[in-house]
């Protein structure tokens, strides 16, 4: 080739050309193209987009027929979860639906870590194997009352009821001593069923709050009557569970401790209620199916034993969780054809009483018990068809307990030891008890001796009790102490565990719920009195009309203050069915000290006294 030659030449038309123009020129004129070309047929554009719309139509339809599918099968598999309606930030609930309360009475964080890892080591567990309120925490709950930095159960529970702040000892009142509405009440106003479960006595502190109103919490008597419907509003709670017989008792009956002759039980069946007292009565229930409501059920004369003592007595005492998956299927079956649900109040009541003790074992396994009770409320909303929530938290934290003591002046271990605990098989309640029976008929000092080392090693596990130990079982040391609280500190030394106080502390409390979905306004740090307007807010309850309505009823049919006044000056006395008002110097607000402290009594539960 030389050099002059041209590098290219344009190429001739050639029929691939003419085809493509006649395939231009169609789609340009939308008209078919007759040209041919047998050698090497080629489809066209506008075939293809067909063919692909045909292929995506296919594939469409056959992913909205698996997704149906799948859906359906989730239906199907658990129609009842499908059908509750979810209740985010932003929305409030609707409809019909369920509300469970749980107060665990005295439990602290520190309760939670002892019993974590004492559950742990008696089940042989992993370390990742927790409790089940662990799995449920959202948040914390300051607890200071009106009138003091560490409250009680009564301005505690007081919070919980009528969502405000009170004082120590007020039992759903006012700092002006005026009744304020409950959540349980409200409730009952607006159709719903009620109920309280606990294993302290039903007329104690954080029960009380719900369903009565009195000045003082020691006014067991007038609780009592005001829970069975003597009071403005009349009956308000449909189920009660729990302890606490003595109350109920005219006083000229065996195991009474009224201060009057009236009978609580009888003016209870007056108002419909039905009534057990015994473990044979609350088998009968047969697990809720069989109950009628309204129903009072008290097991026992004053509170239900400790969890580490009522376990050899199954046969007598009913536990928290039997108690209240009865009261949940209770009031789940008389309200299935309702408009509205139910309300329930359980009380994990004798883990306050463990801390005020001091005693590690007991509390442990009361806290142990609460969490089963905890988890069957978890499986009732579960499988429940009616959407509900369970809140749970303390009103406060009894015995300033620490998972750690320091033995001696010299720098402390690090490590407390549950196995210790494991050892006891019973509460130091127990154990002072049947001491305090031998010593009533033995005086000889060294059989004392030998008895006390013998129920400390087969009640409490302790098997090297010094002879200056045992000394001070039978002779406490010092004017304040007990052999109550010798017992618990020889157990609480050896576990090494520590504690504050036999009274209250100001520790923030812990929140748990089923759903921090569904129970998000608590999430975080909050007041005790937002956990009261929670449920107000779940329930959608107007607790002001109530209290309208409870103090403009200023006077009832209940006796006054003083029973021996005047009947014309009882009937002048405003709201006499509280009780005495206390006196003007009893302070009831203001915490720019320390005042108005309260201290546990050998008389708080009544037992006769004049109210």
Request: net charge negative.
């Amino acid at each position: 080739m030389s050099s002059e030659e041209p590098r290219s030449v344009p190429r001739a038309s050639s029929d691939r050309a003419s085809l493509r123009a006649e395939e231009e020129d169609a789609l340009l004129t939308g008209e078919r193209t007759n040209h041919h070309h047998h050698t090497h047929p080629r489809r066209g554009w506008a075939f293809w987009r067909e063919i692909g719309l045909f292929a995506w139509a296919i594939i469409a339809t056959i992913v909205v027929i698996v997704l149906a599918v799948v859906y359906q099968h989730e239906v199907s598999r658990n129609h009842k979860l499908a059908s509750k309606p979810s209740w985010g930030p932003g929305s409030k609930p609707a409809g019909k639906r369920n509300m469970i309360f749980m107060v665990s009475d005295g439990m602290g964080p520190a309760s939670l870590t002892m019993t974590r890892s004492f559950r742990q080591l008696t089940e042989g567990l992993p370390i990742d194997d927790t409790l089940v309120l662990d799995q449920h925490y959202i948040g914390t709950s300051r607890t200071r009352s009106s009138n003091t930095l560490v409250t009680d159960s009564a301005a505690g529970a007081t919070a919980f009821s009528c969502a405000l702040k009170s004082y120590n000892n007020a039992i759903s009142v006012t700092p002006e001593h005026e009744p304020c509405g409950t959540v349980l009440e409200a409730a009952a106003l607006a159709g719903y069923k009620t109920g309280l479960v606990v294993t302290t006595r039903i007329t104690d502190a954080t029960p009380a709050a719900f369903a009565s109103h009195v000045n003082l919490r020691f006014y067991e008597d007038r609780v009592a009557l005001q829970e069975v419907g003597e009071y403005p509003l009349g009956r308000v709670v449909d189920l009660m569970l729990g302890g606490g017989r003595c109350f109920f008792l005219p006083n000229s009956t065996e195991g009474s401790c009224r201060g009057d002759d009236r009978d609580v039980i009888e003016v209870a069946k007056n108002n419909g209620f039905n009534y057990i007292n015994d473990r044979a009565g609350f088998d009968s229930l047969n697990g809720g199916t069989e109950a009628q409501l309204p129903l009072l059920g008290l097991f026992a004369e004053k509170d239900i034993p400790y969890e580490i003592d009522r376990r050899t007595q199954k046969d007598v005492y009913p536990s928290l969780e039997e108690m209240a998956r009865t009261a949940l299927k209770t009031l789940s079956e008389a309200t299935a054809d309702s408009e509205q649900g139910f309300f329930l109040m359980i009380e994990g009541s004798r883990i306050d009483h463990a801390g005020h003790a001091n005693d590690p074992a007991a509390q442990v396994h009361e806290v142990m018990a609460y969490d089963r009770a905890f988890d069957a409320v978890l499986e009732f909303l579960e499988n429940d068809s009616t959407p509900g929530v369970v809140v749970s938290t303390s009103d406060h934290e009894t015995g300033g307990l620490a998972a750690a003591r320091q033995l001696s002046p010299d720098y402390p271990e690090y490590k407390w030891l549950p196995n210790v605990l494991a050892n006891a098989k019973h509460s130091v309640e127990f154990v002072n008890s049947k001491l305090s029976k031998f010593l009533t008929g033995e005086k000889d000092s060294s059989k004392q001796k030998k008895y006390v080392k013998g129920l400390l090693k087969e009640a409490m596990g302790i098997t090297d009790a010094t002879a200056e130990e045992v000394d001070a079982v039978l002779n406490p040391p010092h004017q304040l102490a007990t052999s109550s609280n010798v017992l618990s500190d020889m157990l609480s030394r050896r576990a090494q565990i520590g504690w504050s106080t036999h009274g209250h502390s100001g520790v923030d409390v812990n929140i748990y719920a089923s759903s921090s979905k569904h129970a998000w306004p608590l999430v975080g740090n909050h007041e005790n009195i937002e956990i009261g307007n929670f449920i107000a807010n779940y329930l959608s309850l107007d607790l002001n009309n109530v209290t309208k309505f409870l103090q403009a009823s200023p006077v009832s049919t209940g006796p006054a203050p003083d029973d021996n006044a005047d009947a014309s000056v009882k009937a002048e006395t405003p709201f006499s069915w509280m009780g005495d008002p206390l006196g003007s110097d009893f302070r009831t607000v203001g915490l720019d000290t320390y005042h108005g402290e309260f201290k546990r009594s050998e008389s708080d539960c009544g037992c006769g006294g004049t109210h």
